[in-house]
C-alpha cells in the first residue's frame, strides 16, 4: 500500500498535538491574528479598484510576464513599490513566498555562502535551502555570532548573503540592520531583507524598517502586498540592474503566471493610502502602545506582533479556545513553527482599544513570566 504511510504519520503528528487544520473566523469575531495591521483587506476603494480592473482586464493575467500576462497594471504597481521603498525599481511576484523562494537562488549558488537569521520565515529558508549555497545560521539577532561566521568562512566562498527579516513574523522583534550592513561592508557581502510585517506599518512614509534605520547600503528588499497592503502579491525593490538580471534568472518570476489585474490594481490602491494616510498607521501605533502598557510596558514589544509566551502546548490551546468561546480570535502557535507555545496577537489598525482590553481580560491570568 503504497500511502499507508500516511496513516501512521497522521497518528503521530495527532499524538504530539502537531497536526493542523483550517479555521473559519466568523465575521463578527474581533480577529488577533490578521495581518490586514492598516485595514486595508475590506477598504472600499481597494475593492472599486479591483472591480474595475476585473471589468478592464478580466479575471485572469492568462500567462506568465515575459508571455501574455504584463499588463500596464504591473509596470504601475513596480513604479509605486519603487517609490515607496525608496529605491530604482521593484519587481512582482504572485506572493511573498514565491518572490523570496525565487530572488535567493538568483543571488547565490554553489560556490557561495549565506549567512541567515536562524528565526527567518519559512519562504527564507527554503529559498536558502534550494539555491545550493552553503547556509550557516547564526543565533537570532546576535551580530556578534554572525561577526563570527564570517570570520571564519568567509574567505572561502564568492559571493556572500545575509538574509533576515526585519520584523520576525512569530517573535515581533526587529534586526538590528545597521549593525548587519556595517559587517557586510566590511566582509563584502550582499544583504536581503524581508520587510512583509514592516511595509506600511514603519517609518514616517510606512516604507518599514529600512526607513526607520536609516540604512542606505545597498539592499535587496523583499516584502509582500498581502499584508498592511491589503492585497495579494509579493516583490522585490533594490537597484535597476538586479531587477533586470532577476528578470532573467528568478524562476518563480518567469515560470508563473502574472498576478491577477484585481490584485494589481488593489495593491496599487493600497500602496497609494499607506503614501498619503499616516493617521492609519498612527491608530495601529496607539493599539501597540496601550497593549503594551497592559503588559507592563515591556521593551520587547516593538511592533504590533506580541507573542504572549505560556507555560506549554495545552496552556495555548485552552486559552485560544476560551477566547473563541468569547468571539475573540487569539491563535496559539505551537511547535514546530515556533520553539516556545504563545498565545500570538497581532494588532490592526480596526482593533478598538476595548478589543483589547476584552483579550488582556481573558489572558492575563495564564501569561508565563
Ligand atoms: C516574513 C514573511 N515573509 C514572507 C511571507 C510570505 O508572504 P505571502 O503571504 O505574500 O506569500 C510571510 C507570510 O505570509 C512572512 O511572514
Request: net charge neutral.
Amino acid at each position: 500500500m503504497p500511502y499507508s504511510w500516511i496513516d501512521h504519520d497522521l497518528q503521530v503528528l495527532k499524538r504530539a498535538k502537531w497536526l493542523r487544520s483550517v479555521k473559519e473566523i466568523p465575521p463578527h469575531f474581533v480577529n488577533f491574528g490578521s495581518n490586514d495591521y492598516l485595514g486595508l483587506a475590506t477598504d472600499v476603494r481597494l475593492k472599486q479598484a479591483a472591480i474595475e480592473a476585473v471589468e478592464k482586464y478580466g479575471t485572469g493575467a492568462t500567462g506568465s510576464r515575459l508571455l501574455s500576462g504584463q499588463r500596464d497594471l504591473h509596470a504601475a504597481l513596480e513604479t509605486k513599490i519603487a517609490q515607496l521603498k525608496g529605491t530604482e525599481a521593484a519587481l512582482v511576484f504572485s506572493s511573498g513566498y514565491l518572490a523570496n523562494l525565487g530572488v535567493i537562488p538568483a543571488l547565490v549558488g554553489k560556490r557561495d555562502l549565506i549567512l541567515a537569521d536562524a528565526y527567518n520565515h519559512s519562504c527564507l529558508i527554503q529559498g536558502c535551502r534550494l539555491s545550493g549555497a552553503l547556509v550557516l545560521t547564526y543565533d537570532h539577532l546576535d551580530c556578534n555570532h554572525l561577526e563570527h561566521l564570517l570570520l571564519s568562512n568567509r574567505s572561502s566562498f564568492q559571493r556572500c548573503l545575509i538574509v533576515t527579516n526585519t520584523v520576525f513574523s512569530m517573535e515581533g522583534d526587529i534586526a538590528p540592520l545597521a549593525e548587519i550592513v556595517q559587517l557586510a561592508d566590511r566582509f563584502h557581502c550582499m544583504v536581503m531583507v524581508d520587510e512583509a510585517h514592516a511595509t506600511g506599518v514603519f517609518g514616517a512614509r510606512g516604507s518599514g524598517v529600512v526607513e526607520v534605520q536609516n540604512i542606505t547600503y545597498p539592499l535587496v528588499q523583499a516584502g509582500t502586498l498581502s499584508k498592511a497592503i491589503g492585497s495579494l502579491g509579493g516583490y522585490v525593490a533594490g537597484e535597476a540592474r538586479l531587477m533586470q538580471y532577476l528578470q532573467s534568472r528568478t524562476s518563480t518570476w518567469i515560470y508563473t503566471t502574472a498576478l491577477s489585474p484585481a490584485d494589481t490594481a488593489a495593491a496599487l490602491k493600497g500602496i497609494e493610502i499607506i503614501s498619503t494616510e499616516p493617521e492609519r498607521r498612527y491608530k495601529l501605533w496607539d493599539n501597540v502602545f496601550y497593549l503594551r502598557k497592559l503588559l507592563g510596558n515591556e521593551q520587547r514589544y516593538v511592533s504590533p506582533i506580541f507573542p504572549l509566551l505560556v507555560k506549554d502546548i495545552p496552556t495555548a490551546l485552552t486559552l485560544s479556545q476560551l477566547c473563541w468561546e468569547e468571539g475573540i480570535y487569539a491563535p496559539a502557535i505551537r511547535p514546530p513553527t515556533v520553539p516556545t507555545p504563545r498565545i500570538r496577537l497581532s494588532l490592526t489598525a480596526k482593533h478598538s482599544q476595548k478589543d483589547i482590553d476584552r483579550v488582556w481580560q481573558l489572558l492575563h491570568r495564564h501569561l508565563a513570566e
